[in-house]
């Protein structure tokens, strides 16, 4: 079946270090996001990828990094700049570049900073 | 989101009742508002969008409402079931940008 996963579904992790979220998509599409979900608040945007090799900064990006090394992969790392990193991680494609358009997201990632 | 709000933040019906959440947004340039579903421990999922040309759509017991004058649009889901408790989010956008609001927890009561 076609999709995104995400991995891990749990993460814990101690102050001071980066840890890696795995995104894969075998949805063929060309853009990729990765999104931040904080109780009470809305999905707040991270990074974003419209084309292989190529990537933008969202509302958030301080602290992340991300890489689009393959159409189907987009990895967020949390690095240990990001002050407060707890939080649930969504990763999202979609078929066509435009914003307008549907968004298939993951079922996310729980990161605790220990 | 800063560019959308979401009202009202949670909501609690009884089985069969209506339940409609309600956002405003600021940005006239907007012309795409989806609506999407977030069940516990999953990610969001696109219910039903609209776009500006249109003043309402409907699919099965869901329909969006869209009021570009007073810049606001409406989520009404009718005869609720216990599969529709669920987080909704709204968003706003066009080509360029999109904004979601802070969400809506919908408790439907057996």
């Known amino acids: 079946d076609g999709g995104i996963t995400q991995s891990p579904k749990y993460l814990f992790r101690k102050e001071g270090q980066n840890v890696t979220l795995s995104c894969e998509q075998n949805l063929n599409h060309d853009a990729m996001y990765w999104y931040r979900q904080d109780p009470g608040q809305g999905l707040r945007l991270i990074y974003y990828s419209q084309i292989v090799n190529d990537f933008q900064k969202g509302d958030i990006a301080e602290g992340y990094s991300v890489s689009r090394e393959k159409k189907e992969s987009f990895p967020l790392t949390v690095t240990s700049a990001q002050k407060n990193p707890t939080a649930f991680y969504l990763c999202?494609?979609?078929?066509?570049?435009?914003?307008?358009?549907?968004?298939?997201f993951g079922e996310g990632s729980r990161l605790t900073v220990l | 989101g800063e560019n959308v709000e979401q009202h009202p933040s949670t909501l609690s019906v009884q089985e069969g009742d209506s339940a409609v959440i309600k956002c405003t947004y600021s940005d006239s340039a907007s012309n795409y508002f989806p609506w999407y579903k977030q069940e516990l421990g999953k990610g969001p999922q696109l219910i039903i969008d609209i776009r500006s040309n249109v003043g309402e759509k409907k699919d099965q017991r869901i329909a969006v409402t869209l009021n570009k004058t007073a810049k606001h649009f409406s989520l009404h889901i009718t005869e609720t079931q216990p599969e529709d408790s669920a987080v909704y989010f709204c968003?706003?956008?066009?080509?360029?940008?999109?904004?979601f609001g802070a969400g809506t927890t919908v408790t439907v009561r057996a």
């Open positions: 968003a706003e956008g066009n080509d360029y940008k999109l904004s």
């Open positions: 999202a494609s979609s078929m066509v570049t435009s914003w307008a358009g549907e968004l298939f």
